[in-house]
Structures are given as structure tokens and as C-alpha cells.
């Protein structure tokens, strides 16, 4: 008779995820010991300044001008320009139509690029907090300017790549805002489905998931055998915990080492957030990187961050909805199965990812 998966070690199972259901992960631990070559880490260039970067500090005429620098006088430590690639512009106007099933809407929008730091080669962990409380204070001062400036815009998303695995075309610290006149289909996934728990039970659910990260645990047994099968321990999915924020490894992560952060109170929109608790996020962000460099050894990563769209349906979604910030490392690449079946493998549990990260001395 064969072995039990639990007697092995091994994880192989089906995790959905509670905010959307459609998006499910498979977590096969036994496929990380498949045969591969081993990959050497994508170097890091930590030069403070290269001569010919367009975003280090004194290269500031091959970029277009400013749209904001911070502080205000004096030397720039944050810098916004506009994108000289953009996905989406104004400078254009282009009428929709329709042919049959083809539709299309005008391209409207904004893309802009927010140089986090003069220095070239500074990693998020090694940023000062008080420098990154000023940069989330930039991003929501720019999403608010963005909505503000022409109704027709939906959403804002504000994202970062970092390290060339993760799509970064020019190594010096940068984020990038996006404005567009729709709703993002991963945003809209979320947001619809937390409309729909909340009213069948009243309650947000990522609040759900944040209370039962800090008071769940459970014992769950094999029904044949009575062994223990899994342990769920309070606190077995933080990663960081400040005043105000939280950083939480999800139960269905779609990447080996994706790290969620939210505000402990709720908030739908990003735009609410007070500025004074910027401090504990920079602080709760520092350190969450901080481990997933020391783990994963110079961590190449997406992040993004989510928040309540500004359309009809705004106010109807205040109660519902949970703005956070999804980090999200690329420590692998998509495979066939992945892109064909729309079901993310996951080689290391949660659970251990988790472990290892909170392990890091800070």
C-alpha cells in the first residue's frame, strides 16, 4: 500500500483562494527536487551612482521634466517624470468602436515613473523608513492629483519591478504609476468577490483573514489512520506585525515567497490612509524585505498595490473591500501547465516559506 502524502513530508494539494475562488494554486513540494540546472543568482549592480543613468541624480535632462521631486527644495531624494514608453497617454484622442464581436475603448490614461532614490542600486531594505514613508505620502499624493485631473479615470495602480526577472528594463530604483479609464480584471476579481462575502456574511474578508492569522489554529487528522495530518498555529502565516500593518504569507501563494501587507484597520482605499501611519508601513516593508533577501539571497520581485476603484460603484464597496500591498518574488519561471491550465504550482508550502522567513535575524 503506498504511503500517505503526510507520512512523506510532501504537500501536494489544491488550495483556492478565499478572495477569489477561480484563482487557485497547486502546491506540489516533491516538484521542487525535479532535475535542473542550477541557476546563478542575477547580480545586483549596488553602485550609488553610473554616469550614464538617465535617473541618477545629475542626469535629470535625459529624462522629461518633472513632475514632482521630493523634498521640494533642495536635492531630490524622490523623483516623478512622465514614461517615455507609455502603455496608456493623453496625447492622443482616438475614438472607440465596435466591429461585430471587436470592440475597443480610447487608450487614455497616464504612465509615469517615480525614481524612489538617487542612489542607483539601493534596494528597498536598505532605504532609511523615513524615506520610504515619503514615498508612500508621493504615491498616494499622485494617485489623488490623477483621479482628480479627469473623471473618466478608473484606477490607479501604482507597481514596482525590481531585478530583471521581474521585468525591469533599467536597473536604478524606480516605481511606476498607471492610470486607465478601467478596472484592472485581477482588481475587478477581487473586488466583486469580496462584495459578494460580504453580504452573505457581513464582514470584509480580508478582515477575516487577518483575524484568523492572529487567533486561528487547528488540528486537522487523517480520518483513517487518526494521525496527524496538519497543524494550523496561531500566527503560523505572519511574517511581520507592526501598530498598524501586517505582513502575511498567503495560505494559496501563487509564488514560492509572495508576501501580502495590509493595514490592520480597515480600509478600502488607499487614499484614506493616514499619513502618519506611512512610518509603521515603511517599517513593516523594510524588514519583510529584509528576509526576503536574506532567503531567497538578492530577491528579484513585483509589487503592487491594490486598491478600491474610483467608478460607479465606489461607495457600494467601502465596506467590502481591503486595499494592500502584494509582493510577489520571481524566483521561477511560468511553465506550460501554468499557462495553459491558469493554475499557479508552488514548489515550497506556505507554511515552510513562512517559517524561513521568520527566522531571519534582523
Same mark, same amino acid.
Given at each position: 500500500?503506498?504511503?500517505?502524502?503526510?507520512?512523506?513530508g510532501?504537500t501536494?494539494?489544491?488550495?483556492?483562494?478565499?478572495?477569489?475562488?477561480?484563482?487557485?494554486? &497547486?502546491?506540489?513540494?516533491a516538484r521542487?527536487?525535479?532535475?535542473?540546472?542550477?541557476?546563478? &543568482? @542575477?547580480?545586483?549592480?549596488?553602485?550609488?551612482?553610473?554616469?550614464?543613468?538617465?535617473?541618477?541624480?545629475g542626469?535629470?535632462?535625459?529624462?522629461p521634466p518633472a *513632475?514632482?521631486? %521630493?523634498?521640494e527644495?533642495?536635492? %531630490?531624494?524622490?523623483?516623478?517624470?512622465?514614461?517615455?514608453?507609455?502603455?496608456?497617454?493623453? $496625447?492622443?484622442?482616438?475614438?472607440?468602436f465596435?466591429?461585430g464581436l471587436?470592440?475597443?475603448?480610447?487608450?487614455?490614461?497616464?504612465h509615469?515613473v517615480?525614481?524612489?532614490?538617487?542612489?542607483?542600486?539601493?534596494?528597498i531594505?536598505?532605504?532609511?523608513e523615513s524615506?520610504?514613508a515619503?514615498?508612500?505620502? #508621493?504615491?498616494?499624493n499622485?494617485?489623488?492629483?490623477?483621479?482628480?485631473?479627469?473623471?473618466?479615470? /478608473?484606477? !490607479?495602480?501604482v507597481?514596482?519591478?525590481?531585478?530583471?526577472?521581474?521585468?525591469?528594463?533599467?536597473?536604478?530604483?524606480?516605481s511606476?504609476?498607471?492610470?486607465m479609464?478601467?478596472?484592472?480584471?485581477?482588481?475587478?476579481a477581487e473586488?466583486?468577490?469580496?462584495a @459578494?462575502?460580504?453580504?452573505?456574511?457581513h464582514?470584509c474578508? +480580508?478582515c477575516a483573514l487577518? $483575524?484568523?492569522?492572529?487567533? +486561528?489554529?487547528?488540528?486537522i487528522?487523517?480520518?483513517?489512520?487518526?494521525?496527524v495530518?496538519?497543524? *494550523?498555529n496561531?500566527? /503560523?502565516?505572519?511574517?511581520?506585525?507592526?501598530?498598524? +500593518? *501586517?505582513?502575511?504569507?498567503?495560505?494559496?501563494?501563487?509564488?514560492? %515567497? =509572495?508576501v501580502?501587507i495590509?493595514?490592520l !484597520?480597515? /480600509?478600502?482605499?488607499?487614499l484614506?490612509a493616514p499619513? $502618519?501611519?506611512?512610518?509603521?508601513? @515603511?517599517?513593516?516593508?523594510?524588514?519583510?524585505? @529584509?528576509r526576503? $533577501?536574506a #532567503?531567497?539571497?538578492?530577491?528579484?520581485y513585483?509589487?503592487?498595490?491594490?486598491a478600491?476603484?474610483h467608478?460607479?460603484?465606489?461607495?457600494?464597496?467601502?465596506?467590502?473591500?481591503? %486595499?494592500? &500591498? =502584494?509582493i510577489c518574488?520571481?524566483?521561477?519561471?511560468?511553465?506550460?501547465f501554468?499557462?495553459?491550465?491558469? &493554475?499557479?504550482?508552488?514548489?515550497?508550502s506556505?507554511?515552510q516559506?513562512?517559517?524561513r522567513?521568520?527566522?531571519?535575524?534582523?
Amino acid at each position: 500500500m503506498p504511503d500517505h502524502p503526510a507520512d512523506t513530508g510532501e504537500t501536494r494539494e489544491i488550495r483556492l483562494n478565499p478572495i477569489v475562488p477561480a484563482e487557485s494554486v &497547486l502546491v506540489a513540494t516533491a516538484r521542487s527536487m525535479r532535475p535542473k540546472k542550477a541557476e546563478d &543568482l @542575477a547580480p545586483r549592480d549596488t553602485r550609488k551612482h553610473v554616469e550614464t543613468c538617465p535617473f541618477c541624480r545629475g542626469n535629470e535632462h535625459k529624462t522629461p521634466p518633472a *513632475i514632482l521631486t %521630493w523634498p521640494e527644495t533642495g536635492e %531630490w531624494q524622490i523623483r516623478m517624470v512622465e514614461n517615455l514608453y507609455p502603455v496608456l497617454g493623453d $496625447d492622443r484622442v482616438q475614438s472607440n468602436f465596435s466591429f461585430g464581436l471587436q470592440q475597443t475603448i480610447d487608450g487614455y490614461g497616464r504612465h509615469e515613473v517615480i525614481i524612489d532614490h538617487h542612489e542607483h542600486g539601493t534596494a528597498i531594505h536598505e532605504m532609511t523608513e523615513s524615506h520610504l514613508a515619503a514615498l508612500f505620502v #508621493v504615491y498616494q499624493n499622485r494617485m489623488r492629483q490623477l483621479f482628480e485631473s479627469d473623471e473618466r479615470l /478608473q484606477y !490607479v495602480l501604482v507597481f514596482k519591478n525590481f531585478g530583471p526577472a521581474a521585468g525591469a528594463s533599467i536597473p536604478h530604483t524606480h516605481s511606476q504609476v498607471i492610470a486607465m479609464p478601467v478596472v484592472p480584471e485581477n482588481v475587478e476579481a477581487e473586488v466583486r468577490n469580496s462584495a @459578494a462575502h460580504y453580504a452573505k456574511h457581513h464582514h470584509c474578508i +480580508f478582515c477575516a483573514l487577518i $483575524d484568523e492569522a492572529l487567533t +486561528f489554529e487547528a488540528t486537522i487528522y487523517d480520518r483513517g489512520s487518526g494521525a496527524v495530518r496538519r497543524k *494550523i498555529n496561531v500566527g /503560523q502565516y505572519v511574517i511581520e506585525r507592526g501598530e498598524h +500593518f *501586517i505582513a502575511i504569507k498567503p495560505f494559496a501563494s501563487r509564488y514560492e %515567497w =509572495e508576501v501580502h501587507i495590509l493595514p490592520l !484597520v480597515h /480600509q478600502a482605499d488607499f487614499l484614506n490612509a493616514p499619513a $502618519d501611519t506611512f512610518d509603521d508601513l @515603511a517599517r513593516v516593508l523594510r524588514r519583510t524585505m @529584509a528576509r526576503l $533577501d536574506a #532567503v531567497i539571497g538578492g530577491a528579484q520581485y513585483n509589487f503592487f498595490l491594490h486598491a478600491v476603484p474610483h467608478d460607479k460603484d465606489q461607495l457600494a464597496h467601502d465596506a467590502s473591500y481591503h %486595499w494592500h &500591498l =502584494e509582493i510577489c518574488p520571481r524566483t521561477s519561471i511560468p511553465t506550460g501547465f501554468e499557462l495553459g491550465s491558469g &493554475l499557479f504550482v508552488n514548489t515550497i508550502s506556505p507554511e515552510q516559506a513562512a517559517e524561513r522567513l521568520r527566522a531571519v535575524e534582523l
